[in-house]
């Protein structure tokens, strides 16, 4: 059975996956990547440090990609952020690639040809702070973006109209998934085991499962054992508050909880210590109770958690 350090600990087989992820010292978003290399999609972004962005780049043309960098992002201080609940870049300084220190990170597109490396890399930008003044990312060139990306127009539409990063509504939205398929469940996404990573408008779209599918069959081709875990991980009982605060729930032998975050930044990790060997959990109506104590969110954090489980009378 699947368990926390078997997923942490896992590396992939396939020499240039592993490459890879050895090179950006995670394996988030390698299904995108593989996707992208599959010609399943036009392109996809990554995250590298500066140190191995060569290495990284080598790598990536061994599956016929090409990587532009971005934006180099350097660590600040928490106490520097501003606008947290709806910036994405004030937690990082953002500076020019030629500019990096070797443990800055480097946001990176990839493609297979220039013409949708060009797309890609023209439409997509972040929000910024300079100055205390906010630029937000130009919302005419977000559908562009998502369009560049491979993302189905019905998901991007459905983004644009509700996403919210630090608060409760879109994923929440989605409501409970049914008897859908495990396949659209994108929360492990960096982890390495979301077969999307686009948030699907439903959880029946159908572009969505169809890219979905494909990107499992390329998988199974590279290596069987990867498509397994990605299935097991999205099918791993899940805990949300928001799309920054996500934990997968393991159990050991005594029942007690072993949470993996998986939101995508460390500092969004405020709530693993709390669920780490509890017995208990109780949701009612958005709060959550461990072991007979009521948590209380912090603001940032968005507040009412969901649960969400993937695979129960699946169609
Ligand atoms: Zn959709």
Redesign the pocket.
Known sequence: MLNREALGRWLPEHPLLRALCQAKESCALLPQVVAVAEGLRPACDDWVPMRSLQTYRSVAARLGLSVVPDVAFAGLPSSSAVGHGRLTTTRTLGRPVSEAGPDDRVHVFLARNAEALDAVRRWGWYPVEVDGVIVPAGLADAPRFGRAMGY?P??VQ?FLANNRWSEVGHLHRLGSPGSAWWGLNFLPRHLGFGLIFHI???WR????TRLAKATMEALKAMEPAYAALAEAAARTPTLFASERVIYLLFSDEDGRLRPMFAGGDPVDEVLGERLEGASRLVLQEGWLGIDGERWVSPESMGGACTLLRFGEGES
């Open positions: 189905p019905c998901c459905s699907p408008c439903s779209c159908a572009p969505s």
